[in-house]
C-alpha cells in the first residue's frame, strides 16, 4: 500500500487544520492506521491510531481531547482533524499502516508510511 500524506501548513496558536492521508490498494479497509510526528531534533511519537473498523481510536496524552482520528474506507483515507492547536504540535506528521490488526503506538510496528506533511503552529 501506498501512503500519500496532505493538508499540513501554518495555523496560529488555538487554529485548527485537519490532515489527510490517502491510500492506494484494495485492502486499506483491514489495516489499522495510525499518526506520528517528529518535531525537529526530536524522535518521532505517536499521536494517533485507528482499527480497521474505525470503532476504536487511540491517543497520546499530550493531544487527548483535542485531535481526532478517523477514516473513511470508501475512499480509502484516514484524517486527523487538529484543534486548539499549540506551537509544541509543531512537527511532520506522517501516516502509516499495520495489517496485521495493531493500532499502538511503537512506529516500529508498522509497515507501511507516508511522506510526511508539514504543520507549523505560531504562537
Known amino acids: 500500500v501506498q501512503l500519500q500524506a496532505s493538508g499540513g501548513g501554518l495555523v496560529q496558536a488555538g487554529g485548527s487544520l485537519r490532515v489527510s492521508c490517502a491510500a492506494s490498494?484494495?485492502?486499506?479497509?483491514?489495516?489499522?492506521m495510525g499518526w506520528f510526528r517528529q518535531a525537529p531534533g526530536k524522535e518521532r511519537e505517536f499521536v494517533a491510531a485507528i482499527t480497521w473498523s474505525g470503532h476504536s481510536t487511540f491517543y497520546a496524552d499530550s493531544v487527548k481531547g483535542r485531535f481526532t482520528i478517523s477514516r473513511d474506507n470508501a475512499k480509502n483515507t484516514v484524517y486527523l482533524q487538529m484543534n486548539s492547536l499549540k506551537p509544541e504540535d509543531t512537527a511532520v506528521y506522517y501516516c502509516a499502516a499495520n495489517p496485521r490488526g495493531y493500532s499502538g503506538t511503537s512506529y516500529e510496528r508498522y509497515d507501511y508510511w507516508g511522506q510526511g506533511t508539514l504543520v507549523t503552529v505560531s504562537s
Open positions: 490498494g484494495r485492502t486499506f479497509s483491514s489495516y489499522s
